[in-house]
């Protein structure tokens, strides 16, 4: 196939604004916004979202900007809409078992009602406990067993008294204690003086007396401490029987209150039975003390401490299931936390300190986590998975163990939260994953892949046109006219270099809307118009260009040697791109080949002072297989050449300059002259075949705007693989300059057209015998090689050999 030259048409894409079928963005408003070019990842999200079995979790993986994470999030709303809420959790006192606190899950909005009715019941019983005993029939009632207790005491303290009478002795009784006193016979008491002046015998007996005493006192204490205790029974018993009533009136309201069915309806029972019996076994502390009033109060407090309930999530409110995006996946936000305060060096806490994460805030719901935040800590990564196995979250605050002071630590009850993980990656995180973590990826069944790009068509522009009208409702911008949004549409194609596909990545394109509104209100437009669009587009490459422009510069002021008139043996301006990350240019690199009489073979020098990638290494390797096929019937080729990329100190990868140094080596072994003002991209293959590479666009516009610079005569362009048609997108002062036949875009299916273009001369094929025609480039090249061969007899070398590199030279 001849050589094509391409028409203005055949350079760019272009959408005609009144096929779009509005003037502008505003008639749209109506319209849902759909998920544009995502089909397969759309019909993926729905299947997972609406999966209500284990392990059917969803990973999204696609690029930063597709809209993985704003379009799961309205799927994920929509899909929780129609679910049911999900129940609330507590964490209540364990009577039991101090350190291991109760979960509760009740009816979503029932947990905020128990805690209020839990809470006016504290505040109810404070005041009304303290009045019913001081009640008459109390008082009357613990007035009788206070006196029955003291009639009987005593009657036990007089037979002590008569019992110490008879000995001599007098009592009397000091607060829990009783002193005797030795009484002379006129009934005055012994001085210790006296009583040592007493005769022995005498002294003896008393002694004797005194032990008597002493043996009686302690059958007294004996005897009445049961009295006591006895008391002390029926006093209490006599409290709890005109408490209970009112115990059971208030926990009766609460249960009549959580009218809903409970699932957990008997843990809820026993709890609150342990409530009572707790308000029971204290009620003397709700009754003001004459003495110790502090210490009364502060230990009613800590009592009515335990009947607080914690409600760690609270779904009142909540219209369907729970959507929870956790930006900041840490331990504690994850998974909850246990909060501590010092007291005397220790640190001290209590289930009211527990506190809920975005797991159990997402029971019933989704949670959308980004895999590369939890790779960022082992420990939230492994806890993550092991919650994955279980179904089962148990808090726990891992950092108390390395605490610099004592902690008294908690162990809530674990439960079982039923949470669908929506997982935002990167598709080399899923891959690795997959490898590295089979357990992990198995609960991940869901697979949702966003696409970097999509086929174009008229419904994909009208949803492009869509997604532009709720980003200018949504953002409080200024509508966009058709032709503006046209010109949106043709940099999504521009942006993948594809006139039949359309960019997915949908952040760029928000942020253009948003560069073009501002500049259109700058000159106060009512409408978003083409020419705001393109000036935004300028604007933001010229923030970009700084390197693009000054490797323009170099090679005007002489410092890049780079020829665009003229012919040249051995020489060629090859196209090459430079992609900084954010932001991608082309760049012409001459390239040179010689050629000599020898052994060595084909020489790739950048290869060999390690300049070269293995990309750009094996299209060298393929383009010196292709040459000695097309000179087999002349083996062994007796041939030293070496091919350069001048002036180029940072290195290179891809096989994109295959062709031009193809052409350079036919150049220099045929004599034939390359036209200068032609600059060649392309990858060649075993057959000769040019095949399609990458960075087109910006590979042709930056050596025209190094051809506009030096001016344009007409006879500069540049020779690109026919495969990449349909990958132009070309600025369209390329385009004028193309159909102004000053700039010219050619296109080869395989290498000789290429070679046919460059040298004017044919390329050859060659007869039967293996020889090329007389005045063709491979003829000229093959007489070259027979008179490198016979140059190479006559030194005695005709042998093929190895070079240091291993592989085997051609000759």
Not at 388 to 396: A, D, F, K, N, V
Request: net charge negative; hydrophobic share 40%; charged share 25%.
């Amino acid at each position: 196939m001849p050589i094509h030259n391409l028409t203005p048409a055949e350079l760019r894409f272009t959408i005609a604004p009144d096929t779009l079928g509005f003037a502008d963005t505003s008639e749209l408003l109506e319209y849902p916004l759909p998920w544009i070019g995502q089909e397969r990842a759309e019909m993926a999200a729905r299947f997972g979202l609406g999966m209500d079995q284990p392990d059917y979790n969803l990973f999204v993986l696609g690029e930063v900007g597709s809209g993985r994470s704003s379009l799961l999030k309205q799927a994920m709303q929509s899909t929780a809409a129609s679910k049911a809420v999900p129940p609330d959790l507590c964490y209540l006192h364990n009577f039991d078992a101090p350190e291991k606190p109760r979960a509760l899950r009740l009816p979503a909005g029932q947990g905020r009602l128990l805690r209020q009715l839990m809470a006016q019941m504290t505040k109810s019983l404070q005041t009304e406990i303290p009045q019913r005993l001081d009640g008459q029939d109390f008082k009357v009632e613990s007035a009788r067993i206070e006196k029955t207790h003291k009639a009987e005491e005593a009657k036990a303290f007089a037979e002590l008294e008569a019992f110490a009478e008879a000995r001599s002795f007098t009592m009397h009784r000091e607060t829990g204690h009783i002193l005797f006193t030795l009484l002379g016979k006129k009934g005055r008491a012994y001085t210790e003086d006296e009583v040592l002046a007493l005769p022995k015998e005498r002294r003896a007996e008393i002694g004797l007396a005194e032990q008597e005493l002493r043996t009686e006192i302690a059958r007294y204490f004996e005897k009445t401490r049961p009295m006591e205790r006895v008391m002390n029974e029926a006093l209490a018993a006599l409290r709890r029987q005109v408490v209970k009533p009112l115990l059971d009136h208030e926990l009766q309201e609460i249960r009549a209150g959580l009218k809903k069915q409970i699932k957990d309806s008997v843990k809820l029972g026993a709890y609150l039975d342990q409530v009572m019996h707790d308000v029971l076994e204290n009620l003397e502390l709700f009754k003001v003390s004459d003495t110790d009033e502090d210490i009364r109060r502060e230990a009613l407090s800590t009592v009515l401490s335990r009947y607080r309930v914690n409600l760690v999530v609270d779904n009142d409110g909540l219209h369907g299931a729970p959507v929870i995006i956790e930006d900041n996946p840490l331990f504690r936000s994850l998974f909850g936390s246990i909060e501590y305060q010092s007291e005397n060096d220790v640190l001290v806490t209590d289930f009211s300190r527990i506190r809920a994460g975005s797991l159990h805030r997402a029971h019933g719901g989704f949670l959308m986590l980004h895999l590369r935040d939890l790779l960022a800590d082992p420990l939230v990564w492994e806890m993550l998975r092991r919650f994955l196995r279980s179904g089962r979250l148990q808090i726990e605050e891992p950092g108390t163990a390395f605490a610099p002071i004592a902690a008294v630590s908690l162990e809530p009850e674990a439960v079982d939260v039923d949470a669908k993980i929506i997982m935002i990656g990167s598709r080399e995180q899923y891959y690795e994953l997959q490898e590295e973590d089979p357990e992990f990826a198995r609960r991940f069944r869901v697979k949702v892949d966003f696409a970097e790009s999509f086929s174009s068509s008229a419904e994909t522009r009208r949803a492009s046109a869509i997604f532009v009208a709720h980003t200018c409702r949504d953002l409080g911008l200024p509508h966009f006219s058709a032709a503006a949004v046209a010109r949106l549409l043709e940099d999504g194609h521009r942006e993948v270099d594809d006139q039949l596909r359309q960019s997915a990545i949908f952040a760029r394109a928000e942020a253009l809307v948003m560069e073009s509104a501002a500049l259109c209100s700058i000159h106060g437009g009512r409408l978003v118009e083409a020419a705001d669009v393109e000036a935004a587009i300028r604007a933001r490459t010229l923030r970009h260009d700084y390197p693009d422009q000054r490797l323009q510069e170099s090679i005007a002021e002489g410092d890049v040697l780079i020829t665009l008139h003229g012919e040249k043996t051995g020489q060629l301006n090859a196209l090459t791109q430079i992609d900084l990350g954010d932001y991608r240019f082309g760049f012409p690199v001459r390239v040179t080949a010689r050629t000599f009489a020898g052994e060595e073979g084909l020489l790739n020098i950048d290869r060999e002072v390690e300049l070269s990638g293995p990309i750009h290494d094996k299209g060298v390797l393929i383009l010196q297989n292709y040459l000695s096929a097309l000179f087999a019937h002349n083996a062994p080729l007796a041939l030293d050449a070496s091919i350069v990329f001048e002036q180029e100190y940072y290195g290179m990868e891809g096989d994109s300059a295959s062709c031009a140094e193809l052409f350079v080596l036919l150049s220099s072994l045929s004599g034939l002259p390359l036209k200068q003002g032609i600059a060649v991209t392309g990858a060649v293959n075993q057959h000769g075949e040019v095949l399609p590479v990458g960075g087109i666009n910006e590979k042709i516009e930056g050596y025209f705007h190094i051809c506009s610079t030096a001016g344009l005569d007409g006879s500069q362009g540049v020779l690109i693989p026919h495969r990449n048609r349909h990958h132009l997108m070309l600025d369209r002062k390329v385009v004028e300059a193309v159909a102004n036949g000053l700039f010219h875009i050619h296109t080869a299916e395989h290498a000789s057209e290429g070679m046919e273009l460059l040298s004017g001369c044919t390329f050859g094929v060659a007869d039967e015998a293996g020889d090329y025609p007389a005045g063709s480039v491979l003829g000229k090249a093959q007489t070259t090689l027979l008179a490198y061969r016979r140059a190479c007899q006559i030194s005695g070398h005709h042998e093929p050999e190895h070079s240091k590199s291993g592989h085997k030279r051609v000759r």
